[in-house]
């Protein structure tokens, strides 16, 4: 069974930054597109970062872009999100995903998620 293990939530200020990792078991990690979303309260989910199988290509969500850096990691079958210049609009479940398709699809399709991990930016 594939599972996904995310670690690196927590309570960061304003401006600084947070790194957020994920560990996939259970299935060839080589054979996926890794990525991120997130939810805050009372929104949508909301695409945040995904990266290719072999790790030469990332995109992003608008309103990351420029602050956030998704690497991937295959010996230690991880993923990893950068996040700098944390602002209060980035508070947020994360959650961490694995897909076949890249770029990866809309959420209601991903095929792996993770449990999420809770990033709360203070003021």
Not at 38 to 60: C, D, M, T, W
Not at 79 to 97: G, I
Not at 102 to 119: A, C, K
Request: hydrophobic share 35%; aromatic share 12%; proline share 3%.
């Amino acid at each position: 069974q594939v599972q996904l293990q995310e670690s690196g939530g927590g309570l960061v200020q304003a401006g600084g930054s947070l790194r957020l990792s994920c560990v996939v078991s259970g299935h060839t990690f080589n054979a996926y597109a890794m990525g991120w979303f997130r939810q805050a309260p009372g929104k949508e989910r909301e695409f945040v970062a995904g990266i290719n199988l072999s790790g030469h290509r990332q995109y992003y969500g608008t309103t990351v872009k420029g602050r956030f850096s998704i690497s991937r990691d295959h010996a230690k079958n991880a993923t990893y999100l950068e996040m700098n210049n944390l602002k209060l609009e980035d508070t947020a479940v994360y959650y961490c995903v694995i897909d076949n398709l890249y770029p990866l699809p809309g959420p209601s399709q991903i095929d792996y998620w993770g449990q999420g991990t809770q990033v709360t930016v203070s003021s």
